[in-house]
Nanobody, 128 residues
């Protein structure tokens, strides 16, 4: 089972920026796609963004569109989430997720069950 680990979460003031990173447990990690989810206190885990490994196709939740950017990199650090213009409602634990199998462009994975492995989460707190 692939292990993922998120990092970069911290407190940031409203309007600020933050970049989250996700590291895989192996340097030979390969995946069909990677995603970010988040879970605020008392709320269900929600989709944030996903990137297709082949082709760099991306899809974002409406709540973060235009503010967040998901990118991919090496096998060790496969995915990042650049967060700009942060709002208090962005406060949550952010999770990195991986989908083992490739997916077609007409079937974008956006729910928890679409993904096969997860990180432990990193806390992001936004306030004025």
């Amino acid at each position: 089972q692939v292990q993922l680990r998120e990092s970069g979460g911290r407190w940031v003031q409203t309007g600020g920026s933050l970049r989250l990173s996700c590291e895989a447990s192996t340097g030979t990690f390969r995946t069909g796609g990677m995603a970010w989810f988040r879970q605020a206190p008392g709320k269900e885990r929600e989709f944030v963004a996903v990137i297709r490994w082949s082709g760099d196709n991306t899809y974002y939740a409406d709540s973060v569109k235009g503010r967040f950017t998901i990118t991919k990199d090496s096998a060790k650090n496969p995915v990042y989430l650049q967060m700009n213009s942060l709002k208090p409602e962005d406060t949550a634990i952010y999770y990195c997720a991986g989908k083992a199998q490739r997916w077609i462009l007409t079937s974008v994975p956006t729910v928890e069950n679409d993904f096969d492995y997860w990180g432990q989460g990193t806390q992001v707190t936004v306030s004025s």
